[in-house]
């Protein structure tokens, strides 16, 4: 994984989604990697950590609705819906607002458990003294994200329709 994805991963768990929920076109900003790029990992990135059951989609049962404006047939439903539009084109956004706008993404409770099994706690994951926990911690969400087949930054894992 090249630095920049990492320091995106790094950016996303460790600074915003342990201390509060994101919506997903956040995702797509504040990094230098060109639009594509982010928004293929923002995709990815969403998809693995629900089907690695460490992030949820909120409210509970948006990935349970059967479609429709915030009901989606699970994870895999819901990231092919991000891909059928552009974050970065504003009417394209507007268009898939139910699923770039819509609901919130959040570290899930194995999340929270997970984060918890390395000493760090939710709101609690600055300083020098847990730079360690820190690196453990991501390594061991980046092994479950491929346990379901998703490498960040290095292989398309949604891709567009």
Known sequence: MKQEVMDWLEHWLLDHLTCDTVTPSSLVTGTSLKESEVRQLAV???YAG???KMLDL?????LSGGGGELGFNGPLDYADE???FNPFDFD????GRAAWGGPQIALSKDGIDLLSSFGLRFSETHGEDK???RQRFLAE???RFEEVGVQLGDIAYIRAL
Do not use: H, N, Y
Not at 58 to 62: A, C
Not at 92 to 95: E, G, H, P, Q, S
């Open 44 to 46: 990815d990135f969403i």
């Open 50 to 52: 629900l089907a690695s």
């Open 58 to 62: 909120l409210p509970q049962g948006v």
């Open 82 to 84: 991000l891909m059928k």
């Open 92 to 95: 394209d956004l507007l268009a």
């Open 131 to 133: 730079e360690d926990r």
């Open 141 to 143: 969400m980046i092994r």
